[in-house]
């Protein structure tokens, strides 16, 4: 019976896969229209770089699905919106403090874009350049940079709208300056010469009322998100069970015909991201309250856009307005996996203050029925089996809303509970070395990990895939010991104890060990 049960999970978890897409890649209609804006990932973890214990890192990565190649404008940021990421210290889902990132524009030559003298003596003519570069760029010279990108950085404590804000500054200038993305190794020389280059642009900043500074850089990464995207919409053509007898070791005694990790799997393996981190010292961002922080990204337009029938590089449009905020990300996958399709836009629009709204999806999941009603007369026929249900049984499923909504107490919920979406992280839980990391976080009884805080390492569309199916109803190693959390019974998720994977694998060895952590962008040519 168990094998039947490990096949039954095997088809059931073929369709949750479908219903994930690639994590916040593209997660909402409106946002397909502004990429710019669309945020694809964000994380916040207590900082494992050697000799910066005590420190918090938050990344928040936008501009989903960059080809390296894409050339020759590449991927810069939108001038217009504001980028910001929030935290709330104290439990009640509204941000105590918050970064916002303004981002502006400039071409080469002090302004005038770089030009070349064409034609004879007699008839020549100056002409700007159509490229962001006309020679080598290195971290000792960006002369032949054709584009610049700047940006300021303000510390807001409060309600970002009305809070006290106060410009950042590094080096006594309050801009800063975000690398060109890895056009190719011979523009940079070679990786490590691009690696050098975009080193130069990570900033020490001072923070209000905190003696510790912080880390600032914003600029191009490898996108660290790992998912079989393209076999997943192909209606999952894969079976989504381990078929080794070991992750990665190859020797196809697992799941008959389930998958084998491979590098392969990952359809994101080629693409590329554009970063915005911040490495801040904990005293800086907890206040009075018990050390757990929540945190989330956000982007805001402006409501009113007019295009520029006459655009210039400075003005290709006209905008005006309140800021509005377009796009919004804590956790991973909940706007692919959980919030409905007609409300994915309003989601991505609403406060965390305001999740109320949203809270039958949760405590109601609509899609470990759906699996139900689709599989369970097959799988029964299949297997000769009896199985009442796939779909987990302890409805409201007080699981999902601890995940998701309220964070596990002891481990990552904050002094109030406000039940609100967002990335939860307890700053007084040690980091775990790179080496030492599990990526199924929690799960895998490292309590520094997922969904304790999210680091880049973690394998959250394993983890998302069992939630869903009632894995918090079966014990997880704690200490090393099998231990129920006490939410919910075995007897209620009939399919919750046998693990699902895409896959894909990842771990905290595919990243760098030190800030901003995330591996160095794959170049447009090589």
């Known amino acids: 019976m168990q094998n039947k049960t490990k096949f039954a999970i095997a088809l059931v978890s073929s369709a949750v ?25 964000f994380y916040a973890f207590n900082s494992y770089e050697e000799g910066r214990e005590g420190y918090v890192t938050m990344i928040a990565n936008y501009i989903p699905l960059q080809d390296a190649y894409g050339g020759p404008n590449y991927f810069s940021m939108d001038p217009e919106a504001h980028y910001a990421i929030h935290i709330d210290n104290d439990g009640d889902a509204v941000e105590d403090v918050s970064f916002v990132f303004d981002f502006s524009q400039r071409l080469g030559n002090n302004g005038d874009g770089i030009a070349l003298p064409v034609g004879p003596e007699d008839n020549r003519r100056t002409v700007q350049v159509p490229l962001k570069n006309v020679g080598g760029v290195s971290a000792d010279s960006s002369a032949a940079a054709n584009f610049f990108e700047d940006y300021s950085v303000s510390m807001v404590e409060g309600e970002v709208s009305a809070g006290t804000r106060t410009e950042l500054t590094a080096n ?11 056009i190719g190794t011979k523009t940079f020389g070679s990786v490590e010469g691009y690696e050098q280059y975009a080193n130069t642009f990570i900033y020490t900043a001072q923070i209000p009322g905190c003696d510790m500074p912080a880390k600032i ?18 209606l999952v053509n894969y079976v989504p069970v381990e078929g080794d007898s070991a992750p990665g070791a190859g020797d196809g005694n697992g799941f008959p015909g389930g998958v084998t990790q491979s590098d392969a799997n990952d ?16 005293s800086c961002i907890t206040g009075d309250g018990n050390g757990v ?11 009113a856009s007019v295009l520029n029938p006459n655009a210039t590089f400075d003005k290709p449009a006209v905008t005006g307005g309140a800021m509005t905020q377009v796009s ?26 305001m999740d109320g709204q949203f809270l039958d999806y949760v405590t109601h999941p609509t899609l470990p029925e759906l699996l139900n009603i ?23 499923r007080n699981d999902l809303v601890t995940a998701f909504l309220t964070g596990f107490e002891g481990v990552n919920q904050l002094a109030t509970v406000t039940p609100s979406e967002m990335l939860r992280l307890n700053t007084g839980i040690p980091a775990v070395p790179a080496s ?51 939410i919910c019974e075995e007897a209620d998720a009939n399919v919750g104890n046998v693990p699902f994977t895409d896959g894909a694998p990842i771990d905290a060895s595919y990243m760098n060990n030190a800030f901003p952590y995330l591996a160095t962008p794959l170049p447009g040519s090589n």
């Not at 200038?173 to 975000?178: E, S, V």
């Not at 850089?217 to 490898?222: E, L, N, T």
């Not at 922080?293 to 409501?303: C, D, H, K, R």
């Not at 895998?444 to 569309?461: I, Q, Y």
């Open 374 to 396: 689709l599989f369970l007369d097959a799988v029964n026929t299949t297997l000769g089996a009896e199985l009442p249900t796939l779909a987990p049984t302890n409805i409201p």
């Open 17 to 41: 896969a479908f219903s994930i897409a690639a994590s916040s890649h593209r997660e909402a209609p409106a946002v397909t229209k502004a990429p710019k804006i669309d945020s694809t990932d």
């Open 267 to 282: 359809d994101l393996n080629d693409k590329n991201v554009t970063s915005i981190a911040v490495e801040v010292h904990n």
């Open 217 to 234: 850089f914003v600029g191009q990464r490898k996108d660290p998100f790992v998912v079989a995207l393209g076999k997943t919409f192909d």
């Open 172 to 182: 006594e200038a309050n801009m800063f300056g975000k690398p060109l993305d890895f």
């Open 436 to 486: 030492e990391q599990s990526a199924f976080g929690v799960a895998g009884d490292d309590l520094a990990g997922f969904p304790n805080g999210r680091r880049p390492g973690d394998d959250v569309v394993d983890i998302a895939l069992r939630v869903t199916m009632g894995a918090l109803c079966h014990p997880i190693p704690i200490n090393g010991e099998p231990t129920n959390l006490g």
């Open 328 to 353: 919004r990300l804590g956790s991973p996958l909940v706007n692919e996996l959980v919030i409905g399709l007609g409300d994915k836009d309003k989601f991505s629009t609403s406060h965390p203050s």
């Open 293 to 303: 922080i929540g945190a989330w990204t956000t982007a805001s337009l402006p409501q």
